[in-house]
């Protein structure tokens, strides 16, 4: 954990790999190059990097026009301007055409915490996941970055990832294989399951460390598609632990909280809690500061799950 | 630039003509469509799909065909038409317009039809749509052109003009537009509803070629269109002059036909509207 890497560059870093083993890939920016690690990319493949200046809207349907000409377009931008803003655009143009264009909100969930609301991206899994033939992403940690970056590379089909910009901590090894789709087991338990996701991974995987000390074995599960989410491990958990616990940097209205939860309603209804942000617009400061307002810092995650374990046979 | 012989004109007059007969077709089995705007452009589809256009109907993915987008995606019972009489698919199948899925709904599906390149319907997509076909094609050194159809109420979306900006950014003079400028949208006149005027100087400022023309002329059409890019490195816009619902006398430049709730009584003007239009043109 002592490891730690900027996302946005490992981003940028993978986008030229993948950009060096196909050429159909390109990069659209809307006056976000820069801050999307993109800089690698464009003075490498100079031809390939096409800036659209503030045109949130324009560049999906662009991004989409590209596609059926056979290239696979990385649109890269700040998460609300790339989700909420040309929402109608992604549904119509990227999930309705079902083009293969990739589309990637960077510093998405708190991450502009001082900047407030209009910046911050609670919103962007819960809309985007409503549109058939979307898969979902929301890596981790930096290796998951990369891999993920590859593996939706050589996805067929539109997908949407989010990155934030903290520096992440490392909890992967290189040889680390990502699947599309499939959950990750990270730590055995009997006594509850917390299911991760994104940023706020390495919180949850923190936390788990504190349970164990205190005699709760909590399985920890990373759910880095939250679409098409991995029902399978899911229900496996609720079945072997009875109670989940989810974590995210996002509302807990539509996100991975609601995904999992729609999963159990029908499969294996069991307890569960929901850690992220209420319905409420965010407030700002300092991130980690912002995080723990929510409820999101590791000590925070371990406290209501013990609460919740003690808690879960009647509603709180 | 290319003119049409009297025998070429008259044959693209009669395709214009079945255009017409097969969308009153469609709504009379579907019971309403949007009839309004898809007559305005049937000389627009004859020209493009019969003179213009590079489309192989056996082929419909080949990669180096002409593409058009029609933007105004609720004008599809128009393209529906002009596909079935270019032989991307059986005629029979426009009988099923209105029925329980239908491959043929009120707004085109690229999935279900050869020949639909995109699914529009939301206005204001189609142009940088179109603008993403046009780049990547230059970039690949592919010479088609792409063609886009937009109405007029629809330019009040402004995500027009963001990609009126970037299509004249990136030089793509392989695209030409139509504006059909039918001058009704479904509240009344589009210049008292949003004005867009001075309709000709906007497109220019926003660095594209325009010209202007009456959108029934196909000798018009096709001249103008056949010599396409008006300028190298712009982008080419024809201001097509149209009216709504062009060949009902009944619903002929009215608003409230933009989308038709067929009655029996109206279904029969039709015919007989049909019937003396293919006299004229001695079909």
């Known amino acids: ?13 993978a986008l030229v790999e993948a950009g060096e083993r196909n050429s159909n890939i390109i990069a659209i920016s809307a006056d976000s190059s ?13 031809s390939r990097h096409l800036e659209f200046g503030i045109m949130e809207q324009g560049i999906i349907g662009f991004a989409s026009g590209l596609a059926t000409t056979g290239k696979i377009p990385f649109v890269v931008a700040i998460a609300p301007f790339v989700t909420a803003r040309p929402f109608e655009m992604f549904r119509n143009d990227l999930g309705y055409m079902q083009q293969n264009v990739k589309v990637i909100g960077r510093c998405a969930g708190l991450t502009y915490s001082t900047l407030g609301p209009t910046h911050q991206s609670l919103e962007d899994t819960a809309i985007i996941r409503t549109i058939p033939g979307v898969a979902v992403v929301n890596p981790g940690d930096p290796v998951e970055i990369k891999k993920a970056t590859h593996a939706i590379a050589a996805h067929v089909g539109p997908v949407y990832m989010k990155i934030g910009s903290p520096k992440m901590p490392v909890l992967y090894k290189e040889d680390y294989q990502f699947v599309l789709g499939k959950g990750v087991l990270m730590k055995e338990g009997r006594d509850v399951t917390i299911i991760g996701t994104g940023t706020v991974l390495s919180k949850a995987w923190v936390a788990a460390g504190f349970l164990e000390k205190d005699g709760i074995h909590a399985r920890l599960i990373n759910i880095h598609t939250i679409k098409p989410i991995d029902s399978d491990l899911i229900v496996k958990a609720a079945k072997e632990t009875g109670k989940i616990v989810t974590v995210e940097e996002h509302y807990l209205t539509g996100g991975l909280g609601s995904a999992v939860a729609e999963v159990l309603a029908l499969k294996h ?42 808690h879960s046979d009647r509603l709180l | 630039m290319y003119i049409l012989s009297e025998e070429e004109e008259l044959q693209l007059k009669k395709v214009a003509f079945k255009i017409r007969k097969n969308v009153v077709r469609m709504i009379r089995v579907g019971n309403a469509g949007h009839v309004g705007g898809a007559l305005s452009i049937a000389e627009i589809l004859a020209g493009l799909y019969f003179k213009i256009m590079r489309v192989d109907p056996k082929n419909p993915g080949w990669r180096e065909r002409d593409r058009l987008v029609l933007s105004a995606g609720h004008k599809c019972l128009a393209l529906y038409a002009v596909l079935a009489d270019r032989g991307f698919f059986d005629k029979a199948l426009l009988d099923t317009y209105g029925s329980l899925n239908s491959r043929l709904p009120g707004h085109p599906n ?10 529009t319907g939301a206005l204001g997509h189609g142009l940088s749509i179109a603008g993403g076909m046009a780049l990547g094609l230059k970039m690949d050194g592919i010479g088609s052109k792409v063609y886009v159809i937009m109405g007029d109420g629809e330019l009040a979306e402004g995500s027009n003009w963001e990609a009126a900006a970037a299509t004249s950014h990136y030089k793509l003079d392989n695209l030409l537009l139509f504006v059909d400028r039918n001058t009704l949208q479904i509240s009344g006149r589009t210049v008292d509803v949003m004005n867009y005027e001075p309709l000709d100087k906007r497109w220019e ?12 002329d196909l000798q018009q059409i096709v001249e103008n269109a056949s010599r396409v890019p008006f300028e190298k490195g712009k982008p080419s816009v024809i201001i097509a002059n149209t009216i709504k619902s062009k060949g009902l006398s009944f619903a002929e ?3 409230e036909y933009h989308y038709w709730k067929v009655k029996e009584e109206e279904l029969q003007i039709a015919e007989k509207d049909l019937a003396e239009l293919e006299r004229r043109i001695g079909q």
Request: with cysteine; aromatic share 10%.
């Open chain 1, 269 to 310: 209804p069991c307890s569960m809690k929901m850690i992220g942000v209420d319905d409420q617009y965010a407030s700002n400061g300092p991130y980690e500061e912002l995080l723990a307002l929510y409820g999101l810092h590791s000590e925070q995650i371990a406290d209501t799950v013990k609460r919740f374990i003690n």
């Open chain 2, 205 to 216: 400022s926003f660095g594209w070629s325009v010209r202007e023309i009456n959108g029934h």
């Open chain 1, 34 to 46: 820069s801050g999307s690690g993109l800089t690698p990319f464009k003075e490498r493949f100079p």
């Open chain 2, 253 to 255: 430049d009215k608003a």
């Open chain 2, 110 to 119: 690229m999935h279900e039809l050869p020949g639909i390149e995109t699914n």
């Open chain 1, 1 to 13: 954990m002592s490891d730690t890497r900027d996302p946005r560059k490992t981003f940028g870093e």
